[in-house]
């Protein structure tokens, strides 16, 4: 039997079925899972009306005064609609599978003994439904900015199982980063953006039928290692990273796949380790170099190369001031505006002046100052895969 799949490993199933047909040994309670853990429950409380001091007093009780004090940072302003608009529920648990999608709970409690066999289970952090769309909103407590949010495949897979589950054609997808200040990044996702990501996910689910076949037989299903690799459940089962280990701690990558390194072994597999980062680092700074010129043809079937990524939006002052004192007034318009103006800034003037569905009219404000010409993104320039 292969492992199930939920929605946080949606990135790395896809690229590697193989690795849920392998043991897993996963870490928990580390230092970021408790972080991410506190700042979810304490917004959970928030959200089912526990006051702030109660929610702070609770984390505090829970998971020690450090991550209390991070929560009680936490601008609930900023965050809006998200928390109080009946519209919205929070930790809304759903499968998916077949080309149909079901809610199976709520809360952080999560239970997926209701999923069928197969069935992908995810859960999101906060769930809207609205007229034709839902709104997928994915909290994010570390300090890694995640790049463009139609681009995660986790928020693609909550917009796909809301949709089918709510009968919607359309959702936005949302990071809210509780750094900062919070801060955040949507992005509109279309019915032929749910068709195309669909169509990827029922060809992961035929290959995982395939990788249970192999398992059943007592074989080892076939893996491709990557960067997926990195926070791999089954990292250390997996004949690819086995047979790398092994051969930088003997040299040797014939060694049986149950081969345990003994402790002399990982004394010079130490020095050995240290050496090979050392060269690898100038190895890839010349493959870097290389590919800068011309792009090179990976293993894979990628490309590596240089790619142009959109920067982050600026908006221009001015624009923004026009369309807010047209939308909402002159005095909403100033607290929106100062010298500059921010997505933030946005959120909290309108939160100040109590404007219904903040979320949306915020995103209808973004929208007119984009066809104003008042929104720019310097591109940036890097090497990576494609």
């Known amino acids: 039997m292969i492992k199930r799949t939920t929605g946080s490993q949606i990135e790395r199933v896809e690229q590697c079925p193989g690795s849920q047909g392998l043991p897993h040994c996963k870490e928990t309670g580390t230092a970021p899972q408790e972080g991410g853990n506190s700042k979810h429950r304490f917004l959970q409380l928030i959200r089912e009306g526990v006051s702030r001091e109660k929610a702070i007093e609770y984390v505090g009780a829970k998971w020690g005064e450090g991550l209390a004090e991070e929560c009680a940072n936490i601008n609930l302003e900023v965050i809006g609609d998200v928390l109080s608009d009946p519209a919205y529920s929070a930790e809304v648990s759903l499968t998916y599978g077949n080309g149909e999608a079901r809610v199976i709970g709520y809360g952080l409690d999560r239970d997926y003994s209701a ?42 897979m909550g917009a796909l199982a809301a949709c089918k589950a709510f009968g919607k054609s359309k959702a936005t997808v949302e990071y809210i980063y509780l750094h900062d200040n919070v801060w955040s990044d ?71 796949f149950n081969t345990t390194i003994s402790r002399p072994a990982m004394a010079d597999a130490w020095e050995k380790v240290q050496a090979a980062k050392r060269l690898l680092n100038k190895i890839t700074k010349a493959i870097i170099a290389e590919a800068q010129r011309e792009p090179i043809q990976l293993n894979s079937g ?24 047209e939308l909402h007034g002159e005095e909403v318009a100033a607290d929106a505006v100062s010298y500059t103006a921010t997505k933030t800034g946005i959120d909290a003037a309108l939160k100040k002046h109590q404007v219904k569905k903040t979320s949306v009219a915020k995103r209808k404000i973004i929208e007119r100052v984009r066809e104003r010409g008042g929104a720019t993104k310097k591109n940036t320039t890097r090497v990576e895969e494609y």
């Open 302 to 325: 990628k490309m590596l190369g240089q790619v142009t990524k959109k920067g982050n939006e600026k908006l221009s002052g001015d624009t923004v001031f026009e369309v807010i004192a």
């Open 186 to 256: 949507f992005s509109d996702i279309d019915i032929f953006d749910l068709e195309a990501f669909e169509d990827r996910m029922i060809r992961m689910q035929r290959r995982l039928i395939d990788v249970e076949e192999t398992v059943s037989k007592g074989l080892i299903p076939d893996v491709t290692a990557g960067k997926h690799c990195t926070y791999c459940p089954a990292f250390n089962a997996c004949p690819a990273n086995k047979s790398l280990a092994l051969e930088l701690a003997t040299g040797n990558d014939a060694s049986p």
């Open 115 to 156: 999923a069928k066999p197969g069935e992908i289970v995810l859960t999101v952090d906060v769930l809207g439904v609205f007229g034709d769309r839902v709104h997928v909103v994915d909290y994010k407590s570390g300090r890694a900015n995640l790049g463009d949010a139609r681009e995660s495949t986790q928020l693609l």
